[in-house]
């Protein structure tokens, strides 16, 4: 069955670590997207892509780094975590055309950084 | 500024109608959406509209006025299942979304 899975689904993390939260899609879609959300709160676009090769900045993207080798893997870098990283990581991809078709999100990754 | 605004919570009985209304207020426009989310979960698309008009999807329909910058969501039949966080999000442009905070709606039995 067509999806996009993200993992891990949740993660705890020592300040200053790396890591990288893995997103990927069997769908086919060439466009995809990291989106951060506190709870109760609104969506904030952090990276997107709209093929391979082709990553963009959102508008809390300075402190990580997204690639996109292939058109189903996505994967968001954050290079030290800190504590206000800690958030839920919303992976999400979508197709071109048919233009309505909205988002498909991932399950997400609940990261706490201690 | 780019700006979407919704209620942030509403409350209705099973088998009731409720209306979210989202005012937007955007660089472009290029569709409105409406997804739905559960507590602890990732967000499921419900609707889009980008002509003036509704559209009606079994028992949820979404309305949107250009010149107004308004939309809303009508949820009919109200089931304790739709208690959740209902957004709002524009596309200014291609590809990208502007989320507003969600409403989130509690449904009484």
């Known amino acids: 069955e067509a999806d996009i899975y993200q993992t891990p689904r949740y993660l705890v993390i020592g300040t200053g670590k790396k890591i990288t939260l893995e997103c990927s899609q069997t769908?086919?879609?060439?466009?995809m997207y990291w989106y951060q959300q506190d709870p109760g709160m609104e969506l904030h676009l952090i990276h997107y892509?709209?093929?391979?090769?082709?990553?963009e900045k959102g508008d809390l993207s300075s402190e990580s780094t997204v690639s996109r080798i292939r058109t189903e893997h996505f994967p968001l870098t954050l290079e030290s975590a800190r504590p206000s990283h800690t958030s839920q990581y919303l992976c999400?991809?979508?197709?071109?055309?048919?233009?309505?078709?909205?988002?498909?999100f991932g399950s997400g990754t609940r990261l706490t950084v201690v | 500024g780019q700006n979407i605004d919704q209620p942030t919570e509403m409350t209705a009985t099973e088998g009731a109608i409720v209306q979210i209304n989202c005012t937007y207020q955007?660089?472009?426009?290029?569709?409105l959406f409406w997804y739905q989310q559960h507590a602890g979960e990732a967000p499921t698309f419900l609707s889009y509209?980008?002509?003036?008009g509704l559209e009606e999807k079994g028992r949820f329909s979404s309305f949107l006025s250009r010149s107004k910058g308004y939309s809303y969501l009508l949820l009919k039949e109200l089931q304790m299942k739709d208690s959740a966080s209902y957004l709002c999000?524009?596309?200014?442009?291609?590809?990208?979304?502007?989320f507003g905070t969600g409403t989130r709606l509690k449904v009484l039995a």
């Open positions: 999000a524009v596309r200014p442009g291609t590809y990208k979304y502007i």
């Open positions: 769908m086919g879609h060439d466009k």
């Open positions: 509209n980008v002509l003036d």
């Open positions: 892509s709209y093929g391979v090769n082709s990553t």
């Open positions: 999400a991809s979508s197709n071109s055309v048919p233009q309505g078709d909205g988002y498909t």
């Open positions: 955007t660089s472009g426009f290029n569709g």
